[in-house]
């Protein structure tokens, strides 16, 4: 019903920066909520940042200053902005979406929908 689809992956060195861009298809809405996660191997998958109907921008804690969320207004499309990238960023990306619920207090385990992921590599 909905297709989430994440570019933008790729290799770069400690201190650079990747945009990834999310687009979806299919049976959208305005409602509900949008969010980026990651997942290194071995790890669990983790929220990075959201997007909520209402517009509320959300950044985990470990992510402000650094990453940015965003929409882009030539399409139906999630960006998010990482700067700054640090070895420890390396995993795969994910875009989710919900089209019911908000993102307040959202587990990774209740989205609907997630892309492919995208993979970033942080190595010196």
């Known amino acids: 019903q909905v297709r989430l689809m994440e570019s933008g992956g790729g290799s770069v060195q400690p201190g650079g920066s990747l945009r990834l861009s999310c687009t979806a298809s299919?049976?959208?809405?305005?409602?509900?909520?949008m969010a980026w996660f990651r997942q290194a191997p071995g790890q669990e998958r983790e929220v990075v940042a959201s997007?909520?109907?209402?517009?509320?921008?959300t950044i985990a804690d470990s992510f402000k200053g650094r990453f940015t969320i965003s929409t882009d207004n030539t399409g139906n499309t999630l960006v998010l902005q990482m700067n700054r990238l640090k070895p420890e960023d390396t995993a795969m990306y994910y875009c989710?979406?919900?089209?019911?619920?908000?993102?307040?207090?959202?587990?990774?385990?209740?989205?609907?929908?997630w892309g492919q992921g995208t993979q970033v590599t942080v190595s010196s």
């Open positions: 299919g049976h959208t809405t305005t409602s509900g909520c």
């Open positions: 997007l909520d109907y209402d517009d509320t921008k």
């Open positions: 989710a979406a919900d089209p019911n619920f908000s993102c307040e207090g959202k587990l990774v385990q209740t989205y609907d929908y």
